[in-house]
């Protein structure tokens, strides 16, 4: 069966790298919007209503009105903003977020796709707050270093202009502690409080680590290095898309240092434990445009449209 997809905002980041991960597939036809009707309205909507999945990667008002132009009910829409990630009446695009999200994304016909930092923070907080390790009412903090294709085509045209010294060194941003993904970390990880969130920007084209720091004397029910390291095993046991690494295993860091760019040009999520007795470190990693972005959109269509999950992924195994 071949079904009718459609891009909205093809010409974003994540509408190009979408568009590289179905070309070319047998099981999908794409329908193509003429660059001079982008921005109609009414061509907008026939293509929308004429989709089986409709993937939505616009700014968030944008993405409202595209929404309002679908009457099909049997379009699917898989909406890459941040309009929606925290709508109930929406399914949450993480399939491997808790037992029974696969189904609900199956049979959904709205599905917010997850912020890139934010998978990589929920992947690590979710499983213990599910395991009672966490404390809802934990003040957790986190940094993500980031490359710079997550700011989009302008950020990506400035770094690789190579005329600015500014842009060599990691750049923090989001300092007033207001986030667009602060929200859905929050609501998808059922923590009590956002944490205090400083993302960071590099001088690298894609990857992204998230780190989370903890005192193991605050964490619930005698919670270690080990016991974190099995609730994950346990959590994402038989999960294609990720990789729960050993606990001390010298592999995990590259003389010291570790590698953020490990998942680039894969699907996959590592997750991390490191530390001793008294603190802990955790860390996610992902291809920012991959597990992070366009990766994930394509993730979920699969699991709708009964397609192998991992059809035109790479797992990166």
Same mark, same amino acid.
């Given at each position: ?5 459609? =891009? ?14 179905l070309s070319g597939r ?27 999945? @409709? ?33 109930? +009446? ?48 934990y003040p957790l903090s986190?940094?993500?270093?980031? %490359? ?45 409080? @956002? ?7 590099? +001088? ?42 050993? =606990? ?26 490191? %530390? ?18 366009? %990766? ?7 699991i709708h449209i009964g @397609? ?10």
């Open positions: 069966m071949t079904f009718k997809v459609f =891009v909205d905002g093809q010409e974003g980041t994540t509408g190009l790298r979408l568009l590289d991960y047998d099981d999908i036809e794409l329908l193509r919007i003429a660059d001079d009707k982008r921005k109609d309205s009414a061509e907008r909507a026939r293509f929308l209503n004429a989709a089986d999945v @409709a993937f939505l990667c616009l700014p968030d008002g944008a993405s409202r009105e595209a929404v309002s132009l679908v009457d099909n009910p049997n379009t699917c829409i898989i909406d890459a903003s941040t309009a929606f990630r925290t709508d109930t +009446s929406w399914t949450y695009g993480l399939p491997e977020l808790a037992a029974g999200q696969r189904e609900k994304i199956r049979t959904s016909k709205r599905i917010a796709n997850p912020g890139c930092h934010a998978t990589a923070f929920i992947l690590l907080v979710r499983p213990l707050a599910d395991a009672g390790l966490l404390p809802s009412d986190a940094f993500s270093l980031t %490359g710079y294709s997550g700011g989009g085509k302008k950020m990506i045209a400035d770094y690789e202009a190579d005329n600015q010294p500014k842009l060599t060194s990691p750049r923090p941003y989001g300092m007033t502690q207001g986030h667009k993904h602060l929200a859905e970390m929050r609501v998808q990880s059922c923590i009590d409080d @956002a944490p205090v969130f400083s993302p960071i920007v590099g +001088s690298f084209l894609k990857g992204l680590a998230v780190t989370i720091p903890l005192h193991a004397k605050h964490l619930s029910n005698g919670a270690n290095a080990e016991a974190i390291q099995a609730a994950y095993a346990k959590h994402y046991a038989g999960e294609q898309f990720i990789r729960v690494m050993p =606990v001390e295993d010298a592999s995990n860091l590259d003389e010291g240092f570790f590698d953020v760019q490990g998942c680039n040009e894969t699907n996959r999520a590592d997750l991390f434990v490191f %530390g001793n007795g008294e603190r802990l470190t955790l860390v996610a990693r992902l291809d920012n445009l991959g597990k992070g972005a366009a %990766g994930a959109a394509v993730q979920c269509m699969n @397609a192998d999950e991992a059809k035109g992924l790479n797992t990166g195994l």
